[in-house]
């Protein structure tokens, strides 16, 4: 493995220490009602395959690393894909950091949504839950100070967010023709985005302050109709400026966490903020198992119409780590809205089975959905999903 | 006028006297002290480390992890530890500013999620990575972290050893008593029993293969900590020490956490 990566992929790398490493998974759904929408499915299996080369010259001061996203699936075209999650080189050069390439990253704290996070394309056909995102093209430079660290980012072309086609679940009612995405602004996926951020440790508080302006990842979904005249929603992407905010402040064993936006866009101007709490209890019952409680609140002042599915919702979770042997761990989370009482609930549990094997079990329902929710569309999406994933 | 030959013999003789005049609590803390001294000025240093877990039915899990540590001057160290192994971890880690008495600073890099975490630090008494070792186990040794008291002195293998008890001043340890062999050489912690919160004895740490480095620093090859109570153990081999490598306090930073193999 070290030799292909040294001698196949980057000629350089052989000046010094190369890594190979990845997953390789099998994922399988079972939707436990019948499908709302024509061609829907109702039980899948799926492929995915990570790999990641990583090395390092000039004495650690110099790295690259290299990582793909692919995705095969028997009935899913829509989530059939493949991604360059990384294509970086990063030059450390003192209180510097530059970074050149493709990259991957997460800003904010909090769980229940990302709001300050607006670098990366949510990779939507991956997960409702937006966890995993594409791979961004970015020149980056990172100034670490005493009352600070600051980053800036030139981000040329853009990433169109990933629908599921007409046979996945988990979709609107009409299917996202992502073959006709407008934009706004002329240059439309060339156009060239720039963000700033501020962040700093203050004690038990973390700080971040951010500045986005460019094309907005999340499009407007606009009525439209394809070629054969059939009905389709079509992406259109905005410009905006963001501004964002996050915090996090530890107490005892509460964690606070805060994130603020506003956004200015053509459609709307408006705040958004997600705020709440994590209480860990340790050892509970003289046992290792450590039992976490998440309170977020996510509040959206957006005419109702224009709100996302996290408009006034309140997310109640609760963790179990076992610190075992097999790392095991359960995330059993449910999001209510607190305007329409619409439920989404998902338990999440994993383990690891021997040195390189996990076995993941998801298990996702959706209730009491108000017939105006944007999640009308998933009612009758109530899923079960078993990942094992090879890790090497 | 006496001659000074006589005068430090005479001083010598007395030596019993005047530490019979030193409480016990005072002379563990004394011992304490010169331990930590006797560590000081180490700089950073760099190390392998295979974690080997063994259940009950003596089953083993294996984690590799590197450790940077730097050396922060009236407080605790610094340190960053690197998962290679079980490679569904491997790419995370953890970044501890360890502080005496003061809960430490952690946080937590998740390659899957590209995403840096500062979690809470209080409790310490956790197991690290599902091992015997609890995290306090494995930190920073600072002497206010403990009050002392002197025991007695006895061989431990090839050496003489000071025994000494611990008692954790840290509100938040999973200990109340702390029984510790320290030699009196090189003070290597050869051997340490830990009495858990109902004061019966948890697990007992067993250092050896000891390694001199730069001519004065003593760090174990070997740690295995043995949990009485529920028969699991875990043994800790630490490889390719490298001391004073040059680390500073940028490599120690939460935000640079992302950078790297």
């Known amino acids: ?392 | 006028m006496l001659p000074r030959k006589f005068l430090i013999a005479v001083l010598v003789a007395l030596l019993p006297v005047l530490a019979g005049a030193q409480t016990p609590e005072e002379k563990g803390l004394e011992i304490a002290r010169a331990a930590d001294a006797y560590d000081k000025g180490f700089g950073d240093f760099t190390a392998d480390m295979v974690m080997t877990l063994i259940n009950k039915a003596g089953e083993t899990a294996q984690r590799n992890i590197r450790i940077k540590t730097l050396e922060v001057e009236g407080d605790g160290d610094k340190s960053l530890s690197i998962f290679d192994q079980p490679a569904d971890v491997r790419g995370t880690r953890m970044l501890t500013y360890s502080h005496g008495l003061e809960p430490d600073d952690q946080w937590l890099y998740l390659p899957a999620l590209k995403r840096v975490k500062r979690i809470s630090s209080r409790n310490k008494s956790g197991p690290f990575m599902g091992s015997t070792f609890a995290f306090e186990d494995l930190g920073s040794q600072e002497v206010e972290k403990y009050s002392y008291r002197y025991l007695r002195e006895e061989p431990c293998g090839e050496w003489q050893c000071y025994v000494i008890e611990r008692y954790p001043a840290y509100e938040f340890s999973g200990y109340t008593r702390e029984v510790a062999w320290i030699d009196q050489a090189g003070y290597r912690l050869v051997r340490a029993e830990f009495y858990d919160r109902k004061k019966a004895l948890l697990k007992t740490l067993t250092a050896s293969d000891f390694q001199q480095f730069l001519g004065h620093y003593w760090r174990p090859g070997k740690m295995f900590m043995q949990n009485h109570q529920t028969g699991k153990s875990t043994l800790l081999e630490w490889n390719n020490y490298r001391f004073r490598t040059g680390l500073t306090d940028r490599d120690f930073r939460s935000q640079a956490l992302k950078r790297g193999n």
């Open chain 1, 1 to 392: 493995m070290r030799r292909l990566a040294c001698t196949c992929l980057l000629p350089f790398a052989s000046l010094a220490q190369a890594g190979f490493s990845g997953n390789v998974a099998v994922e399988t759904q079972t939707y436990t009602e019948s499908a709302q929408f024509d061609g829907q499915f109702d039980d899948n299996v799926t492929f995915s395959f990570e790999p990641r080369w990583n090395g390092e010259w000039n004495d650690g001061n110099d790295l690259w690393s290299v990582e793909l996203f692919l995705r095969a699936d028997n009935k899913d075209a829509g989530r059939e894909h493949a991604d360059l999650r990384e294509l970086l080189w990063l030059r450390i050069d003192g209180d510097n950091e530059w970074r050149v390439g493709v990259n991957t990253m997460f800003w904010g704290v909090t769980e229940s949504q990302h709001l300050v996070d607006v670098i990366n394309q949510v990779d939507l056909v991956e997960g409702i839950d937006r966890e995993e995102k594409l791979g961004q093209p970015m020149l980056h430079w990172k100034r670490y100070q005493d009352w600070g660290v600051l980053d800036l980012l030139v981000l040329p072309g853009f990433r169109e967010r990933t629908f599921q086609e007409a046979e996945g679940r988990l979709r609107p009612p009409l299917v996202v023709d992502t073959d006709q995405a407008e934009y706004e602004s002329s240059d439309e996926d060339a156009h060239v985005d720039f963000a700033l951020r501020f962040s700093q440790t203050y004690g038990d508080l973390d700080l971040g302050l951010s500045l986005f302006d460019g094309t907005s990842r999340d499009p407007l979904l606009l009525p439209g109709t394809d070629a054969g005249g059939k009905a389709v929603l079509i992406p259109f992407y905005e410009q905006m400026t963001q501004f964002g905010l996050d915090a996090q402040l530890i107490y005892q064993d509460w964690i606070y966490k805060l994130e603020y936006i506003h956004r200015n866009a053509r459609s709307n101007d408006f705040n958004a903020a997600v705020g709440g709490f994590e209480y860990t209890l340790y050892g509970v019952y003289e046992s290792d198992l450590d039992l976490g409680l998440l309170l977020e609140y996510s509040h959206d002042d957006r005419p109702e119409n224009d709100r996302g599915a996290f408009d006034r919702d309140v997310f109640v979770a609760t963790r179990f780590t076992f610190n075992d042997q097999q790392s095991s761990e359960i995330l059993a989370g449910l999001i209510v809205d607190v305007d329409k009482g619409s439920r989404s609930f998902r338990v999440e549990g994993s383990r690891r089975f021997g040195a390189s094997w996990k076995a993941i079990l998801e298990l996702q329902t959706f209730s009491n959905i108000d017939g105006d929710d944007v999640l009308a569309a998933f009612e009758h999406d109530d899923f079960l999903l078993l990942e094992l994933a090879y890790y090497f």
